[in-house]
Each structure stands twice: as structure tokens, then as C-alpha cells.
């Protein structure tokens, strides 16, 4: 038997060189995308608690109510995978003019799907606490909202990421801005025009007729919701990503000091 291929590990178990440069690179592609790993994680985790929430105020009410949150969840998935797709391809340059198109096109139609989870907020003020406790609707509303949202932020951050790339920081930011207005507008016609993503793909033609009238003459309350929903949502992107990137200036700090940087790097097997 060959020592240089196997070797014994502390425990008394033996390795090839193989499985140990496996294990070191499945271990190391761990450790770089560990943020990203954890954030998908988190993400799966809010959305079975949110169905389980759910399942359980079915159980005890024998009542449907909150069950459409589960779809909103669905939909608010859409734009994220989506995004993520897209973020995929758009590192080589052939598949941001071919394939990037259609998963945009496809991505900012179901992009409202994401934020319209806020509005759900509005349904404890009609029949919040009937057949449940208050508190347990609160919980299951909120955590269902937040979550979406979520999507949604982390959804618009890799599409700019993807913009940011492609052109320039700036016009990133341009992009943030006009996604942030379109989907207020587009979560107004879904909570109070009632269409939605489907819609525009089952009849485009009616549906954007419809989408025209709005536009050439908006209402009051049209004008307001969507210039109040940009901005709040505004906020929390640029928030979150402001914490996102402190907690980046603070690793980076920290692996300036050398004692600091010894604890921070994965330990290889030997």
C-alpha cells in the first residue's frame, strides 16, 4: 500500500489523497459561499414555518383564512429563482444578450409578486383575530410579509448586480430606482385592480389596455400608493444592503490584523 495515498487521520481513519482534496474543496466552496448558503437556508426554513403556521390555524378554525399566503409565497419564489438564473448566466457574456432578455422579461412581471406581500398587512384590519387569537394572525400575516420581502430585496439585489457588471455602478442604482416604482405600481393594480402576473401572459393584449388607462389618467389614490410604496421600499433595500456591506467592511478590517486572519481561514486536512 502506497503511504503517500493514504494517510490516517486523527481519528484513525484512513484517506486517500483524492477524497482529502475533495473534502478540502467541497469544504473550502462551503466556506466561500457560506453567507449564501445560509441566506437560501433561512429563506426555506421562514416558508415552512409560514406553511406550518398556517396549517395550524387550519386545524384548529377549520377555516381557510390565510391560506393565500401560501400562494403568495409561491409566486414571491418566482422572481427569486429567476433572478438567480439569470445571475448564473450573467457571468459569461453570450448569455447576457441571448437568454438574459427572457428571464428579465419574465422576472420584472412576477417581480411584484415579491413586495405585494405587504399589502397582505391590510387584511388584520378586516378580520384579524376571528376564529384565532389576534396575536397568532399577527405572527402568521407578518412573518409571511417580511419573508416575501425578502425575496424580493434579495432578488432585485442580484439582478443589480448583473446591471452593475454589465455597465456601471450608477446605472444600477438607476435600476433599483425604476424597479422600486414599477412594482408599486404593479403591486396597485394587483390589490385594487386586481390582475396580476398571469394576467399579462394569458391576455396581453386586454391586460395592457387596461394598464394604459390607468397610466393616461391615474387617480389620487393611484399616484399616492405608488409614490409611498417606492419610497418604502427604497428604504429597506438600501438599508439592508448598507448592513450587508457594513458587515463586509468589518471582515475586511478584521483580516487586516494577521491574528485576525489566521482564525477567519478554513484549516486544511493533511
Request: a positive charge; glycine letters at 4%; hydrophobic letters at 55%.
Amino acid at each position: 500500500m502506497n503511504k503517500q495515498e493514504i494517510q490516517p487521520s486523527p481519528k484513525g481513519f484512513s484517506f486517500s489523497a483524492r477524497e482529502i482534496l475533495m473534502y478540502n474543496k467541497i469544504k473550502n466552496f462551503i466556506y466561500r459561499n457560506r453567507h449564501s448558503i445560509t441566506v437560501f437556508i433561512l429563506l426555506n426554513t421562514a416558508c415552512l414555518v409560514c406553511i406550518l403556521l398556517v396549517a395550524a390555524r387550519v386545524a384548529y378554525t377549520d377555516s381557510r383564512r390565510h391560506t393565500g399566503l401560501i400562494w403568495n409565497l409561491f409566486l414571491a419564489w418566482i422572481p427569486f429563482i429567476l433572478a438567480y438564473v439569470a445571475h448564473a448566466f450573467s457571468w459569461k457574456r453570450i448569455w447576457v444578450y441571448f437568454v438574459m432578455p427572457l428571464i428579465a422579461f419574465l422576472w420584472l412581471i412576477f417581480y411584484p409578486n415579491a413586495p405585494y406581500m405587504l399589502t397582505d398587512l391590510q387584511d388584520l384590519a378586516r378580520a384579524g383575530g376571528v376564529g384565532a387569537p389576534l396575536w397568532y394572525d399577527v405572527l402568521i400575516v407578518v412573518w409571511c410579509s417580511w419573508t416575501g420581502t425578502l425575496l424580493g430585496v434579495i432578488s432585485l439585489y442580484l439582478m443589480q448586480d448583473i446591471i452593475i457588471r454589465t455597465f456601471e455602478r450608477w446605472v444600477g442604482w438607476i435600476f433599483v430606482l425604476v424597479i422600486s416604482a414599477l412594482s408599486s405600481f404593479g403591486i396597485y393594480i394587483g390589490r385594487f385592480v386586481r390582475l396580476n402576473s398571469w394576467d399579462i401572459l394569458q391576455n396581453p393584449a386586454e391586460t395592457t389596455m387596461e394598464i394604459l388607462g390607468l397610466v393616461i389618467d391615474p387617480s389620487m389614490r393611484l399616484a399616492a400608493f405608488t409614490i409611498l410604496y417606492t419610497f418604502f421600499f427604497l428604504f429597506i433595500f438600501v438599508l439592508l444592503y448598507s448592513f450587508s456591506h457594513m458587515l463586509q467592511e468589518q471582515a475586511i478590517r478584521a483580516q487586516s490584523t494577521p491574528e485576525q486572519l489566521a482564525v477567519t481561514q478554513p484549516k486544511q486536512i493533511r
